[in-house]
Nanobody, 125 residues
Framework: QVQLVESGGGLVRPGGSLRLSCVVSEFTLDTGAIGWFREAPGKGREGISCISSVNKTEYLDSVEGRFTISRDYAKNTMYLQMNSLKPEDTAIYYC???????????????????WGQGTQVIVSS
């Protein structure tokens, strides 16, 4: 069974940085696409960033230039580096994998087969 375990969330001041990690087991990250999503209080789940099987990336407009998605094949771990954090970035953050090969990744939830349990990020002074 594929499992995803996130870590790295927490409380940070506006302008600060956090790096989220997601360790993936029973699935190798060089096969499909990976994505990061978030869910703010009272809102639906939105896609933030993804990388396709051929390393094409996508970012939500509001995080482009501040967030960076990456993956380490040796550690089978995916990351989301978040800089210049804003209060509106407060949410539960989820990692996800799409197990099929895809040239282009997507920021919608439907194609993703497995999800992590979420890690809370709070941006507040």
């Amino acid at each position: 069974q594929v499992q995803l375990v996130e870590s790295g969330g927490g409380l940070v001041r506006p302008g600060g940085s956090l790096r989220l990690s997601c360790v993936v087991s029973e699935f190798t990250l060089d096969t499909g696409a990976i994505g990061w999503f978030r869910e703010a209080p009272g809102k639906g789940r939105e896609g933030i960033s993804c990388i396709s099987s051929v390393n094409k990336t996508e970012y939500l407009d509001s995080v482009e230039g501040r967030f960076t998605i990456s993956r380490d094949y040796a550690k089978n771990t995916m990351y989301l580096q978040m800089n210049s954090l804003k209060p509106e970035d407060t949410a539960i953050y989820y990692c996800a994998v799409e197990t099929t090969f895809t040239q282009y990744c997507t920021l919608v939830t439907r194609p993703y087969d497995y999800w992590g349990q979420g890690t809370q990020v709070i941006v507040s002074s």
